[in-house]
């Protein structure tokens, strides 16, 4: 009788942990799966929160909330796109005033938005660059409930490129994707070799292991015990396991001018995977730029005015020369 009952207790468990290991993700709710949405609501309870800090009692004139491109002082439009299954993306348009100008393209990185890449819209607007950013889906307004690096956000940016590529003054495109964002765009260039530059930030070469660092650092010790049921998750809403989606193999078809930055002190992507995939690269036109002392999300701000010069140098020496014109056949000879 005691064997029986211990054995009850024993497939109690086993159910238990069982059931533990597939549900919990559902009420944990994984910002991996559903992100954090950064928007003007958010922003704004940031700022009133900022602003009760007893702490710092001047703490109002401590830091400035972005809204918009309007707070600095740039006209743009709304740019919104809809996507193959009905959802609407929501984004900004900051036209330059340069005529030709090449149009920058920013896919940002999972929990964050066009509010957060704010501060870096006006160095690449200033620098003569149209600019565009649109927020991901289930991310900042727009639409969607999930979101994946797979297949559903590669193909949401081929909508952005259709839509930006119907604009008039539309000549080239350059792709700036930050962290996820890179991986979208990785995987983009194996189906759509429009942009005709790649600025690939904080990239990594294993989703699995970005998986895994993502665990370990929402849940600790008890990832051990919500790590596969969330691949699985990710597994059904991606269409294949996350171990196959191996970046530095999938870059090695990459031809497309690349350029590589990583920050030294980045504990979220080691710079030794971003390095990994400048190694990989299928690209003959690549270049690395390391910003010493830049975590995740301060390599911009570390990096200053170098940063966004060398930004702006490799996309302006990766566009395609124009083919020079002659107006007779004698003239083309004696260029020969």
């Known amino acids: 009788m005691r064997i029986t009952s211990i054995s009850f207790l024993f497939d109690f468990l086993l159910i238990a942990i069982a059931g533990f290991m597939f549900f919990s993700p559902y009420f944990i709710m994984p910002s991996l799966i559903y992100p954090v949405r950064v928007d003007s609501l958010y922003v704004h309870n940031e700022q009133i929160k900022y602003s009760l800090d007893e702490g710092n009692p001047n703490a109002k004139n401590a830091k400035t909330f972005l809204f918009n491109p309007l ?11 809809r996507t193959k299954d009905s959802l609407t993306l929501r984004g900004w348009y900051i036209p330059s005033e340069e005529e030709e100008a090449t149009t920058v393209l920013v896919l940002h990185d999972l929990n964050e938005s066009k509010i957060t890449c704010l501060d870096m819209i006006k ?12 927020d991901m889906r289930a991310h900042g307004n727009s639409d ?45 260039f194996t189906k759509d070799p429009r942009p005709v530059a790649f600025i690939l930030q904080s990239g990594f070469d294993s989703y699995e292991k970005y998986v895994r660092v993502f665990a370990d650092k929402q849940w600790g010790k008890f990832q051990k015990f919500l790590l596969p049921s969330l ?12 171990s196959d989606l191996n970046f530095s193999d999938i870059i090695k078809y990459d031809s497309i001018p690349t350029l590589f930055i990583a920050g030294t002190e980045d504990n979220i992507v080691d710079p030794k995977e ?7 690269t299928g690209s003959r036109n690549k270049n690395f730029m390391s910003v010493t002392g830049a975590g995740h999300d301060n390599i911009d701000e570390k990096g200053g005015t170098d940063y966004y010069n060398e930004i702006m140098s490799f996309i302006n ?12 056949k004698k003239l083309a000879s004696l260029d020969q």
């Open 71 to 81: 707070s600095l002082n740039l006209e743009y439009e709304d740019f919104d796109v």
């Open 317 to 328: 020496q990766s566009i395609p020369r124009k083919v020079k014109t002659v107006r007779n």
């Open 144 to 188: 969607g409930e999930t979101f994946t690096v797979g297949n559903p956000a590669v193909e949401d940016v081929r909508v952005i490129l259709d839509s930006l590529y119907k604009r008039p003054e539309t000549v080239h495109v350059a792709l700036f994707g930050i962290g996820t964002g890179a991986a979208i765009g990785i995987q983009l």
């Open 274 to 280: 971003t390095m990994a995939l400048y190694d990989s």
């Open 123 to 134: 160095p690449l607007h200033d620098r003569g660059f149209n600019v565009c950013i649109v």
């Open 231 to 242: 691949k699985i998750r990710l597994k059904r809403h991606m269409g294949y396991d996350v």
